[in-house]
């Protein structure tokens, strides 16, 4: 059975890895792209999107550009950790050249796919939630046109990774998950299923390390080349970091994540990658020294029902061995295991 999956990311590194991951999964279905701004530009993200498009084969698949910044502050992105194209020293093709796109099409395009999949889309959501939230302002009726929801962000028991306790996605636009995670918290919503946060807590947990980098891309060719480049850059800036000569993958590992999950709920054969609790999640939006922050009520202390998962557990090493395995087995070059 086909997994139907709208994919709204930032490449961006790791997202440029779990593209790749998505679209080599025999069983996922890319049914559209949403280009966020986050890592780096919107229109900068378009062009990433559409260069792996090319490298990845998926040329026909739709994308837009997302809105052009976040709903209640100026854009920020982060050239230091992605590169200055945000794919670090690698290179894909045309993304230097003007995607000729309108902003603000990220929106329609949740809303169009969600209803032509009724019941049937997997949402992932691997950057700032900004569009889905421009999305559910349109059609607040867009929660029952979903299968799933899963979305890497926060850091709940964890330090952050921009400041003392925010996470990049969330930190570049707060308001964002925050009227996303509203839309789940209305009383009496029936869903069969229930967004799954995935905070730094777990993602970290996948570490790229340069040996796992090399079985990855042994073989070289056009896409290895250009995610190798990538990594360089990436596991440079952890090391300067100091985090190690390594990286954190977190969006191909949300991402495997999202379609072993959906693959389970649908009865078939899949490969258990953590596991979620339900729990209330709020996004503190005032805060001087805490604004960006995901916050979960463990002990229910607001008196709110659960809106959301919080994935509380990853399998790493399975992660990165069904990672390899899907990749290569797609895109290895001939002769290459
Ligand atoms: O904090 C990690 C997240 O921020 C990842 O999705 C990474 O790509 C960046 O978008
Ligand atoms: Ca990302």
Redesign the pocket.
């Known amino acids: 059975m086909t997994l139907h999956f709208l994919i709204d990311?930032?490449?961006?590194i790791?997202?440029a890895l779990a593209l790749t991951y998505a679209f080599a999964h025999p069983q996922v279905a890319v049914e559209g792209l949403v280009a966020t701004g986050?890592?780096v530009s919107t229109e900068q993200v378009g062009r990433n999107v559409r260069g792996l498009l090319d490298l990845l084969g998926g040329q026909g698949t739709p994308w837009t550009l997302g809105a052009e910044n976040p709903l209640a502050q100026p854009l920020t992105t982060t050239e230091e950790t992605h590169g200055p194209l945000g794919t670090g020293y690698g290179l894909l093709p045309g993304q230097k050249e003007p995607t000729g796109r309108a902003y603000g099409e990220g929106a329609a395009l949740w809303i169009e796919t969600a209803r032509h999949f009724p019941g049937k889309l997997h949402g992932l959501i691997?950057?700032p939630s900004t569009n889905l939230a421009l999305a559910l302002r349109r059609d607040p009726e867009l929660p029952q046109y979903l299968a799933s929801l899963t979305i890497?962000g926060g850091a709940l028991n964890h330090r952050g990774n921009t400041m003392p306790t925010t996470e990049w996605?969330v930190h570049s636009d707060p308001e964002g998950l925050h009227e996303v995670l509203a839309a789940y918290s209305h009383p009496g919503l029936d869903l069969p299923y229930a967004p799954l946060l995935c905070p730094l807590d777990t993602t970290e947990q996948a570490v790229m390390t340069p040996q796992l980098r090399e079985r990855l891309l042994a073989g070289g060719g056009e896409l290895f080349t250009a995610l190798d480049g990538a990594l360089q850059f990436y596991m440079e800036f952890h090391e300067w970091d100091k985090l190690g000569f390594i990286a954190h993958v977190?969006?191909p590992f949300v991402t495997a994540l999202a379609v072993n999950r959906a693959l389970a709920a649908n009865g078939q054969p899949h490969i258990p990658l953590g596991e979620g609790t339900p729990v209330t999640l709020d996004v503190e939006l005032a805060g001087t020294l805490t604004r960006g922050q995901v916050v979960a009520d463990w002990l229910g202390r607001w008196g709110r029902d659960p809106n959301a998962q919080a994935l509380t557990s990853a399998l790493a090493p399975e992660f990165f061995e069904h990672f390899i395995q899907t990749v290569r087995a797609a895109y290895a070059p001939k002769g290459y295991a």
């Open positions: 990311c930032d490449p961006g790791d997202d986050g890592n691997l950057g890497m996605n977190h969006d």
